[in-house]
């Protein structure tokens, strides 16, 4: 992958909103642009909060935690979606916590490690597109739109705390030899029968992650 070019081109944290989902009470995807941000790895489980301090998560039953410390989308797919939907979409719009630039974030390896700032940082899960998402936007049939263009940006995991600004370069290491890309991984994971076994064979994600999958397959097979 060539990311000569990759860069931050926004830091951003949470705003709690009212959550229009109804779901839960409130949400923290207004992400809003902030100088820096400074992340760490937060406990293990849903729950234990976001890796970024000052950052809000309002479902703890499926957010937060190791595997989903960090999130980013690029400024790119945001400027496909602003042209797709007819509207402005400033960076943190998805929920972001890091706006990208000059990179795919979609063919980065699960598990692959990438340098930033002072930080380091491990590609984790993939998005799973929600309701409070499609409330955030308003926009009907929200769910299966992303799912289809199948970019759902990355989460992070980070394996040591630091900071991070606006036009850090992103310092990608070799990439593990599995080769299960996360726009592989969030199809699979969104349905697609394609690559399930690839997917689960290289046991690259955590936890109840790998083990929907597996389940998935044995049904399958």
Not at 75 to 96: A, H, M, N, T, Y
Not at 97 to 117: A, E, P, S
Request: a negative charge; hydrophobic letters at 35%; one cysteine or more.
């Amino acid at each position: 992958m060539d990311c000569m070019n990759a860069r931050v081109a926004s830091t951003n944290i949470a705003v709690p909103r009212d959550n229009a989902a109804g779901t839960y009470s409130r949400t923290g995807i207004d992400k809003q642009p902030a100088e820096s941000i400074s992340v760490f790895a937060p406990g293990p489980n849903y729950g234990d909060g976001s890796g970024v301090t000052g950052d809000f998560i309002g479902d703890d039953q499926h957010h937060g935690g190791a595997h989903k410390a960090v999130y980013a989308f690029s400024r790119e797919e945001l400027d496909f979606w602003q042209d797709e939907l007819g509207r402005k979409l400033v960076d943190g719009s998805f929920g972001e916590n890091l706006t990208t630039h000059g990179i795919d974030l979609g063919g980065l390896v699960i598990n692959q490690r990438v340098r930033i700032g002072t930080a380091v940082l491990e590609v984790s899960v993939p998005r799973t597109p929600c309701a409070t998402f499609a409330a955030w936007l308003a926009e009907k049939g929200w769910v299966k739109k992303f799912t289809t263009r199948g970019d759902c940006g990355a989460y992070f995991r980070v394996i040591s705390p630091g900071t991070i600004t606006p036009n850090d370069e992103l310092i990608l290491e070799e990439a593990p030899s599995h080769g299960v890309t996360m726009a592989e991984a969030f199809a699979v994971k969104m349905g697609a029968k394609e690559n399930l076994e690839k997917v689960v064979n290289a046991h690259c994600l955590p936890g109840h992650h790998h083990e929907q999958l597996a389940r998935r397959l044995e049904r399958v097979n």
